[in-house]
Nanobody, 123 residues
């Protein structure tokens, strides 16, 4: 059974850095889009960053562009989200999600979701 497992979230001070990891439990073919979403209390779930399967195009939300970087290690079936210069508004549960058809990330269009990892940004 295909599963996504996130890790890496914890408490960090503003301005600090974290790297989140998402492990895909088995090789998924032919290709797929995979990325990160987040949801803070009382707010809608939003796309943070993803890698589009059809062309490896990277997408970043305007709020994180220049601070976050998505990357993938296919040999380990793992996708990472490097988060730098963290702000209090970045605090949220971060979810890894996969879209099997390789098209663009969309909160309502993803096929599989992980259970999330909590990122807290506070002094």
């Amino acid at each position: 059974q295909l599963q996504l497992v996130e890790s890496g979230g914890h408490l960090v001070q503003p301005g600090g850095s974290l790297r989140l990891s998402c492990v895909v439990s088995e090789i998924f073919l032919p290709y797929y889009t995979i990325g990160w979403f987040r949801q803070a209390p009382g707010k809608e779930r939003e796309a943070v960053s993803c890698i589009q399967g059809v062309d490896d195009r990277e997408r970043y939300a305007d709020s994180v562009k220049g601070r976050f970087t998505i990357s993938r290690d296919k040999s380990k079936n793992t996708v990472y989200l490097q988060m730098n210069s963290l702000k209090p508004e970045d605090a949220a549960v971060y979810y890894c999600a996969l879209r099997a058809d390789g098209l663009m990330c969309h909160s309502g269009g993803m096929d599989l979701w992980g259970n999330g990892t909590l990122v807290t940004v506070s002094s």
